[in-house]
C-alpha cells in the first residue's frame, strides 16, 4: 500500500510545480510584451517630441503638439511622461548619449593624455557641429533646468536623473585622461585636474555657444570660419595645458 499511494503523492506535486511554473512563465512572456510595446511606443514619442522641439523651440512646445504629431490625446502622454521636461530630458538623453558614444570612440586615440584629451575635444567639437541642435538642448539642461543646480535623484524624473548620468561620465572621461596625461609628462601638473577639466569644458561649450550663434556671419564680419576658430582654440589650450 506505501508503495503505490507514495508516487501518487509525488505525482501530485509534480504537476502542480509544472503549472505554477507554466503560469510564471506565461506571466513572465506577457509582461515582457507589454514592456516592449511600451519601449516602442515611448521612442516613438521621444522621436516626435524631438521634431516638434527643434521646430517650435522649447518655450514653445507644448504636450498637445507632441500628442496630435502621432495622433495621441494627452492623457496618453501622461502614461510614458511626466510632464515637458521630462519629455525635453528624454530627447536631450538622447543626443547625449550619442555624444557619448563618439567620445567612447576618441578617447583611446592617442599615445599620450595630452593626445586623448585632444581626440576627445575634437570629437566633442565634430558632434555638436554635426548635430547643433542637440548642443541647444543640453545647453538648456545646462543652464537654465537642473545640471549643477539642484542635486539630481530618482524624484527628479527619470529623464533628468539620466541625462545627468550621462553628463557625469563624459566629465569622468575628460578627467581620467588630464590625470593620465599628468602622470605621462604631457600635461602639466600646475593645476589641479578638475580646474584643467573646468577649462577645457567651459572653453569648448563656449566657443560652439559663439559659433552658433554667429555661423551665418564668421566669413563675413570675422573672416573666419567655425573649424579654423576650433583650430586657434586648440593651439592655446596646448600652451596652457603643457
Known amino acids: 500500500m506505501i508503495h503505490?499511494?507514495?508516487?501518487?503523492?509525488?505525482?501530485?506535486?509534480?504537476?502542480?510545480g509544472i503549472a505554477m511554473s507554466t503560469n510564471a512563465a506565461k506571466d513572465a512572456a506577457k509582461k515582457e510584451r507589454q514592456e516592449k510595446k511600451k519601449r516602442i511606443r515611448q521612442e516613438q514619442l521621444i522621436d516626435a517630441a524631438e521634431k516638434i522641439f527643434i521646430t517650435h523651440g522649447y518655450d514653445t512646445t507644448t504636450l498637445e503638439m507632441v500628442a496630435d504629431e502621432l495622433g495621441y490625446t494627452k492623457?496618453?502622454?501622461?502614461?510614458?511622461?511626466?510632464?515637458?521636461?521630462?519629455?525635453?530630458?528624454?530627447v536631450t538623453l538622447k543626443g547625449l548619449s550619442g555624444?557619448?558614444?563618439?567620445?567612447?570612440?576618441?578617447?583611446?586615440?592617442?599615445?599620450?593624455?595630452l593626445d586623448r584629451m585632444f581626440s576627445l575635444g575634437t570629437a566633442y567639437y565634430q558632434f555638436f557641429r554635426q548635430h547643433p541642435v542637440y548642443f541647444e538642448f543640453n545647453r538648456i539642461f545646462e543652464t537654465k533646468m537642473y545640471y549643477f543646480?539642484?542635486?539630481?535623484?530618482?524624484?527628479?524624473?527619470?529623464?533628468?536623473?539620466?541625462?545627468?548620468?550621462?553628463?557625469?561620465?563624459?566629465?569622468?572621461?575628460?578627467?581620467?585622461?588630464?590625470?593620465?596625461?599628468?602622470?605621462?609628462?604631457?600635461?602639466?601638473?600646475?593645476?589641479?585636474?578638475?580646474k584643467l577639466m573646468l577649462l577645457l569644458w567651459g572653453g569648448t561649450f563656449g566657443l560652439l555657444e559663439v559659433v552658433f550663434s554667429r555661423m551665418d556671419k564668421l566669413e563675413d564680419v570675422y573672416g573666419t570660419s567655425a573649424d579654423e576658430m576650433f583650430s586657434l582654440y586648440m593651439e592655446l589650450l596646448e600652451g596652457i595645458f603643457r
Open 4 to 16: 503505490t499511494v507514495f508516487p501518487c503523492i509525488i505525482n501530485e506535486k509534480g504537476e502542480d
Open 75 to 90: 492623457r496618453t502622454l501622461y502614461l510614458y511622461f511626466r510632464d515637458k521636461d521630462d519629455i525635453f530630458f528624454a
Open 99 to 113: 555624444l557619448h558614444d563618439a567620445l567612447l570612440k576618441a578617447v583611446v586615440v592617442g599615445e599620450t593624455g
Open 149 to 194: 543646480q539642484k542635486e539630481l535623484n530618482g524624484d527628479s524624473g527619470e529623464f533628468a536623473f539620466k541625462c545627468q548620468e550621462v553628463n557625469d561620465r563624459i566629465t569622468q572621461l575628460l578627467l581620467d585622461v588630464i590625470h593620465d596625461g599628468q602622470e605621462d609628462g604631457s600635461i602639466t601638473r600646475k593645476f589641479d585636474s578638475k
